[in-house]
């Protein structure tokens, strides 16, 4: 099979199938190149249905995961998203095939350097890079209408909250270091709606607001 081949057939039989429904999220999976964001050996696995390793012990999530947090921020093609974990850069391509502006931080310089190099390769243009702790945010360039945070954190971060819009969605992974639960967080009247999705496995978030790196 082509990259192209395997990439659609992912779309269909892992997306699709297991209930993914938004048109424009499922057209960005079926057009972004996921395989050019996993580094070699593991290219050929590219389309597999799992996460796999980016190298500094971290990992690019699976398909699935991918599709169902972007669906969950309920994009429609005028947003700000802060996305929290740049890691492979494969997440942010797709949020800025789907928003306005997509500002995202990481703080491995290594992967971020790596990430910015394939996504200005790609020709995107609204993508705003930082390389720091991203438990902080971004409070110079929100308040934001989709906060994504692509690591697993211990709690619920009121600093994050704060840079969420009226009506905004934050999707973020809480739980302990190894297992956490997806949260939707979604402001309403000033208030942080809480709703607990999937279980799910990311890496720690590491920072100020999150866990020690040790
Ligand atoms: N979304 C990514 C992708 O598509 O490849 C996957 C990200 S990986 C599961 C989580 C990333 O979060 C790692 O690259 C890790 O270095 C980063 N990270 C952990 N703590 C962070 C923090 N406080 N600020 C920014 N990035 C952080």
């Given at each position: 099979m082509t990259w192209n081949e395997k990439r659609q057939h992912m779309v269909d039989s892992q997306l699709v199938k297991r209930g993914i429904k938004d048109n424009r999220v499922i057209q960005s999976m079926r057009k972004v190149p996921r395989h050019d964001f996993v580094p070699d050996p593991l290219r050929k696995c590219a389309y597999d249905d799992c996460p796999l390793s980016i190298g500094k012990g971290q990992t690019i999530s699976q398909p699935y995961m991918v599709a169902f947090m972007t669906e969950c921020l309920?994009?429609?093609?005028d947003e700000r998203v802060l996305e929290i974990g740049t890691g492979s850069g494969y997440q942010t391509a797709i949020l800025a095939e789907l928003a306005e502006e997509v500002y995202t931080i990481e703080r491995i310089p290594e992967l971020s350097e790596r990430a910015q190099g394939l996504l200005d390769e790609a020709g995107y243009g609204n993508i705003f890079f930082k390389v720091g702790?991203?438990?902080?945010?971004w409070p110079e360039r929100g308040p934001f209408e989709g906060i994504i945070v692509t690591a697993g954190a211990p709690n619920i971060s009121s600093v994050l909250g704060e840079q969420l819009n009226e009506e905004g969605r934050m999707v973020v992974p809480v739980g302990t270091r190894h297992s956490q639960s997806l949260y939707r967080i979604t402001k309403r009247k000033g208030q942080l709606m809480e709703e607990n999705l999937i279980l799910c496995i990311f890496v720690p978030l590491i920072g100020e607001y999150a866990w020690e790196e040790n």
């Open positions: 309920r994009l429609r093609g702790d991203g438990t902080y945010g």
